[in-house]
């Protein structure tokens, strides 16, 4: 079942808006303005993802098919944001030092400790400022969601959508593992070593042996772990949280849940398939580094029965209910509010009008390359 990646994510994770400056503000909600300061601290948060680095190029024309798509989408998103929040603030709805102390508390012993978050922050490049932030945001969209109903999924619901839905859980031969990953990519690796070498003293040969030192180096102490592990598989959850740098699973004590062959690498799937129900893995290598695997259940193809799925139903109809209610809250509060776009390039019209444009002149620009080449092409034939 896939996970839903919609508007009440966006809100609990997104940048909080800054506070009062100079100017009328490229957007005003309700006469409250958007400044172009608040668009730039999301798009630069945007574009400094791994996913989005090589598009950088792009955004230096406003007019590009990939600036006016992130120019709607951020601009769109600030607006949700300043409805939403100000609705908290009629509401009164705050998130206190003791909400935030116990929020994080809780993702801490979930993450696997303190240095676990900390770098889970740095991966993700999250200051601890905007940490807290986000925190404070996603504990006010809790409050809000309960303050306009209050959330209550049955047994009843879960067999309802279970039987509705059979098809969804029909699955493929599945294993439930864990692993503990000891990140070892040997492309990274060797731009790290050429990063460092500032003064470019290592010729190849120095710089593939400083690598090698390095895999050596992690697959070492993937070993060491593993034969932690397979002397007492009642501590692999605490080693996964304790060495494992796969923040998400780690958080979890290294879970995967239940996957199927064709959802993993090969070798990883080749691995984690032929292992019996709780054996510990060899050291088992990818693209990803260095994994210790422990397979703790399978599952025959077929439909999965009620009560094995019964969890993962709750959780996706909570999480649709949230969102419903965000969906029907923010349609309302929208049709209601004033939002003015004071700077037109920013208005969701005038980015279609100019993507429309944009879209047409590639295609007329493409049409005349085309015809360009057909004469290279008649006297090739000749």
Same mark, same amino acid.
Not at 92 to 117: C, H, M, N, Q, V
Not at 155 to 182: G, M, T, W
Not at 330 to 347: I, P, R, S, T, W
């Given at each position: ?38 668009? !730039?601290? @999301?798009?630069? #948060?945007? &574009? ?8 950088? =190029?792009? %955004? $230096? ?19 949700? !944001?300043? @409805?939403?929040? #100000?609705? &908290? ?8 030092? =003791?909400? %935030? $102390? ?10 696997g400790g303190k240095d676990k978050l900390a770098q889970f922050l740095k991966e993700n490049n999250v200051s601890r400022k905007q940490f807290e932030k986000d925190m404070a945001e996603e504990i006010k969209i809790g409050k ?104 998400m699973s780690a958080a979890r004590g290294g879970d995967l849940g239940f996957f199927a062959r064709e959802h993993m690498v090969p070798e990883f799937s080749e691995a984690a398939f032929n292992l019996k ?106």
């Amino acid at each position: 079942m896939k996970s839903l990646k919609v508007a009440l994510v966006a809100l609990a994770t997104s940048v909080a808006l800054v506070g009062c400056k100079a100017g009328d503000g490229i957007i005003t909600v309700n006469d409250k303005p958007i400044y172009k300061s608040d668009y !730039k601290k @999301i798009e630069k #948060q945007i &574009m400094t993802q791994p996913q989005f680095a090589y598009m950088s =190029e792009q %955004l $230096k024309d406003p007019n590009s098919v990939f600036s006016l798509i992130m120019k709607d989408k951020i601009s769109n998103e600030l607006v949700i !944001k300043e @409805i939403i929040a #100000q609705e &908290m603030d009629k509401r009164e709805i705050k998130a206190t030092a =003791e909400d %935030l $102390k116990k929020y994080e508390e809780e993702l801490t012993e979930k993450i696997g400790g303190k240095d676990k978050l900390a770098q889970f922050l740095k991966e993700n490049n999250v200051s601890r400022k905007q940490f807290e932030k986000d925190m404070a945001e996603e504990i006010k969209i809790g409050k809000l969601v309960e303050s306009v109903e209050k959330i209550n999924i049955t047994e009843a619901d879960c067999k309802k959508y279970y039987d509705a839905n059979k098809k969804q859980f029909n699955y493929p031969d599945r294993v439930r593992a864990s692993h503990i990953l000891i990140e070892a990519n040997e492309d990274k690796v060797r731009q790290d070593v050429v990063a460092q070498d500032k003064f470019g003293k290592l010729d190849a040969a120095a710089v593939e042996a400083k690598v090698k030192e390095k895999m050596d180096a992690q697959k070492k102490i993937a070993e060491e772990v593993r034969t932690k592990a397979v002397n007492n598989q009642a501590d692999f959850a605490k080693l996964a949280k304790e060495y494992s740098t796969d923040t998400m699973s780690a958080a979890r004590g290294g879970d995967l849940g239940f996957f199927a062959r064709e959802h993993m690498v090969p070798e990883f799937s080749e691995a984690a398939f032929n292992l019996k129900v709780n054996t510990v893995s060899e050291v088992v290598k990818t693209n990803f580094g260095y994994h210790v695997i422990i397979v703790t259940d399978r599952a025959r193809a077929g439909i999965q029965p009620f009560m094995a799925v019964k969890d993962e139903i709750e959780a996706y109809l909570i999480q649709s209910k949230k969102v419903e209610i965000m969906q029907k809250l923010f349609e309302g509060l929208k049709a209601n509010a004033k939002v003015v776009y004071n700077d037109k390039q920013y208005d969701p019209a005038a980015i279609k009008a100019q993507m429309q444009k944009t879209l047409s002149e590639q295609a007329k620009a493409q049409k005349e390359a085309l015809k360009k080449e057909e004469p290279k092409k008649e006297e090739v034939k000749k």
